[in-house]
């Protein structure tokens, strides 16, 4: 085991008995990730918290100062964050696991483009045909990283459920100037390569006795759809109820964002324990042809429907400002922290 802080260290992972290796410079998450280790995270930039874990012994900095989504108590008190956290000593640490997501192997893969939609105004349905011997064992809600020739990487959440091995669905929102998205657009074909990694991430479907309360902004709808597709397509007979309910809560900022609204209301249609709520941030935009929907931002839009938010398990995916205002005001209104699941579309780190 190494000492000094500008060299690798060792960093040993409670529960459990894994040592792993962090190179100087790199973040702890990183460096597990790396090594097959599927801890907890999304964002990856400090904001959503969901790398957070109990520093036992050693010592860590965050060479950009204290990430946003850690207080300077909870700091005090030995909560840090695996992504910004980069290793000054041997560490031993507390974390989370989820142990089915632990226990699937994240796999390099080659996924050849099958199908390229454009759906709403800036947004690409994006097929993937996987090696016939080689699926993606992924569970719903999970993400997958394309990697780029230039060696970075960019996240999406497979909007496909497990069970529909036939094709990987990704919905990829057009950024300005964007690496991956703005080739995606203008230049990619039907039948180039790309190289994916995954399935990596937290965020996923847990099975419960507890009606699911689940809010997307803009593309957070591709999560989502996995999981809505797992519940109403592999549900068994027996767990229909009240306590089984679904309720989508979908913001954008006009109808047209809402780009497959048809399908979700259709699913609603046939199956009532799903109800849908489409919320529109842009208030004078116009929605003529929107049924029954509300203005504002989605999150306050789920506060002011006065659901008691205590008997949910709530699982929210979008743009870091919303997840940021969940994890803040959803507690604060009953939520309870430990049903409470986030994934945060951060941007990938420059
Ligand atoms: C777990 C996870 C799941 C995700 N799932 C999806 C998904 O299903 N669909 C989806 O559309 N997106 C998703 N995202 C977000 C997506 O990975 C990023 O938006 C990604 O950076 C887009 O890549 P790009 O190459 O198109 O754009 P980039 O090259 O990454 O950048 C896009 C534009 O934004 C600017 N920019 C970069 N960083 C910032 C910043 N911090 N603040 C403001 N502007 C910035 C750049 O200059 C550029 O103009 C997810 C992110 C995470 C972490």
Redesign the pocket.
């Known amino acids: 085991m190494s000492t000094s802080s500008v060299s690798d260290h060792d960093v040993r992972i409670l529960p459990g008995e894994r040592v792993i290796h962090v190179p100087a410079g790199e973040n702890v998450l990183a460096a597990a990730l790396s090594a097959g280790i599927n801890l907890p995270h999304?964002?990856?930039?400090g904001h959503c918290a969901s790398c957070r874990a109990r520093l036992i012994a050693g010592q860590i900095e965050y060479p950009r100062g204290l990430p946003i989504g850690l207080t300077p108590a909870e700091a005090a008190a030995g909560a840090i964050l695996l992504c910004q956290a980069r290793a000054l000593t041997d560490l031993v640490i507390e974390a989370r696991r989820v142990r089915s997501v632990e226990q699937a192997e994240i796999k390099t893969l080659p996924a050849r483009i099958a199908r390229l939609e454009r759906v709403g105004t800036d947004?690409m349905r994006l097929m993937l045909r996987l090696p016939a011997v080689e699926p993606l064992d992924f569970q719903p809600g999970q993400?997958l990283d394309v990697l780029l020739e230039d060696g970075r990487r960019?996240?999406?959440?497979i909007?496909s459920p497990p069970h529909d091995r036939d094709l990987i669905e990704?919905?990829?929102?057009?950024?300005?100037?964007?690496?991956?998205?703005?080739w995606l657009f203008t230049a990619a074909k039907v039948g180039e390569l790309l190289k994916i990694e995954g399935p990596?991430?937290q965020?996923v479907y847990q099975e419960s006795d507890r009606p699911k309360l689940l809010v997307a902004g803009?593309?957070g709808f591709?999560?989502i759809k996995s999981i809505l597709r797992h519940v109403l397509e592999k549900r068994l007979p027996e767990m229909r109820g009240a306590a089984q309910r679904l309720d989508f809560f979908w913001g954008a900022r006009t109808a047209a964002d809402l780009y497959e609204l048809p399908l979700v209301i259709a699913w609603s249609a046939r199956d009532p324990e799903l109800t849908v709520t489409p919320v529109l941030s842009d208030t004078a935009a116009a929605a003529v042809d929107l049924p029954r929907h509300l203005r504002g931002l989605v999150h306050e839009a789920v506060l002011a429907s006065g659901r008691e938010l205590a008997r949910y398990d709530i699982y929210a995916a979008g743009p870091p400002a919303m997840i940021e205002a969940i994890r803040t005001d959803f507690p604060r209104a009953g939520a309870l922290s430990d049903r409470l699941f986030f994934?945060?579309?951060?941007?990938?780190p420059?």
């Open positions: 999304s964002c990856k930039s947004v993400y960019r996240s999406f959440s909007a990704l919905h990829v929102r057009l950024s300005p100037g964007g690496g991956f998205s703005e990596i991430g965020f803009g593309t591709a999560p994934d945060s579309f951060d941007y990938a420059r």
